[in-house]
């Protein structure tokens, strides 16, 4: 019981470092690809995938707490 | 072109960091899926359990003795309570369930459109350097290979110094766009021009060469054509300007081509020159 909201909380923590890990190579590639061209593929292909990766983060720190609810239902009493 | 810089190995570096990403967030919602499974599973499984100690003590107080069915009757109430908890725990659980299949949906849809969309992107950019690379590179001062004026095969166009093109009596006003054509549009085919097609052009590439390879291509180019940018720039109504006695160029079709140019850091362009 308690072990699946371990699990959901270190998979919240592993969504976290592979965002920071994206969002840091994406930045180290800034002195060589810079202009509009990068501007525009930030805009349309770039910014939906960071969203998805930032939502994902937030939604598995939702699951974690919905989790240690129903931990605590069960061992309380 | 130092505004629009790119080296290939940065674009290979997104691609690559794209990629990662999406396996590992697939990979993440996967098991978070697995995990809120388990979690309903084990939690169904603690209140059976619990149902099942409930009714055994049901069954025991009734068939107890008097003296003994306070004691049972506390225990009963206790279980009771304890399969409440247990089916708030359920509750919870399913809850979890359901944000975890979202959530796998959702993560899947970014792997699998956004993420290869965004390589698909990448790997256009890439090709559009390539065949920059193996094109014959024109001289800075703007003539062919040759070493006369470029050579783009239709008569009257010779190239033009972008910074000597002036509208400033003319502006651009309102909404970039012209003609259903959004500003995107617009970088897209002048750096396409000066990256592919100016290249291509100079090499003895004719628009039916830059047709056939949009064709190859099929589909997946939508409406960013090459022969496109071709006819943008070599066609019906190409860039057209007014010599001044000063030496700069008065611009009567083409600001919009001009002003990308511009920003992309692109010094020539084709035009007509009059006067």
Request: charged share 25%; glycine share 10%; proline share 4%.
């Amino acid at each position: 019981m308690a072990e699946s909201g371990r699990r959901l909380a270190a998979l919240e923590s592993a969504a976290a470092d592979a965002q920071r890990s994206l969002e840091s190579r994406v930045s180290s590639l800034a002195d060589r690809w810079r202009g509009e061209a990068r501007h525009q593929f930030e805009a349309e292909h770039l910014a939906p995938v960071l969203d998805g990766g930032r939502n994902m983060r937030a939604e598995l720190g939702s699951i974690a707490q919905i989790a240690a609810r129903a931990d605590a239902e069960l061992n309380s009493g | 072109m130092s505004e629009a810089a790119v080296d290939p190995e940065a674009l290979r570096g997104m691609r690559a960091a794209l990629s990662e990403w999406a396996q590992t967030a697939t990979g993440i919602a996967v098991q978070a899926g697995a995990a809120t499974d388990a979690l309903l599973a084990e939690t169904e499984r603690e209140s059976r359990s619990r149902l099942a100690r409930l009714k055994a003590l049901e069954d025991a107080l009734r068939a107890a003795p008097p003296k003994e069915q306070g004691q049972l009757a506390e225990a009963v109430r206790q279980a009771s309570a304890s399969v409440d908890r247990a089916r708030a725990a359920v509750r919870l659980a399913s809850e979890a369930v359901a944000h975890g299949r979202a959530l796998r949906r959702r993560v899947e849809q970014v792997a699998n459109q956004a993420v290869p969309s965004a390589n698909r992107d990448l790997e256009h950019k890439l090709q559009a350097l390539s065949d920059y690379a193996a094109a014959p590179v024109p001289a800075p001062s703007g003539a062919s290979a040759a070493g006369g004026v470029p050579n783009f095969g239709v008569s009257g166009l010779v190239d033009v110094p972008v910074d000597r093109m002036d509208f400033e009596d003319n502006p651009i006003r309102g909404n970039f766009g012209r003609g259903g054509a959004e500003v995107g549009d617009y970088r897209w085919a002048v750096e396409t021009w000066e990256t592919v097609v100016r290249p291509g052009v100079l090499a003895g590439q004719s628009r039916a060469d830059f047709a056939a390879r949009d064709a190859a291509r099929g589909r997946e180019i939508g409406l960013r054509r090459t022969a496109g940018v071709y006819d943008m720039f070599l066609g019906d109504d190409p860039i057209a300007v007014s010599r001044r006695s000063d030496g700069s160029f008065s611009v009567n079709s083409g600001r919009h081509r001009i002003a990308i140019a511009r920003q992309l850091g692109i010094t020539h362009l084709p035009g007509k020159i009059h006067g």
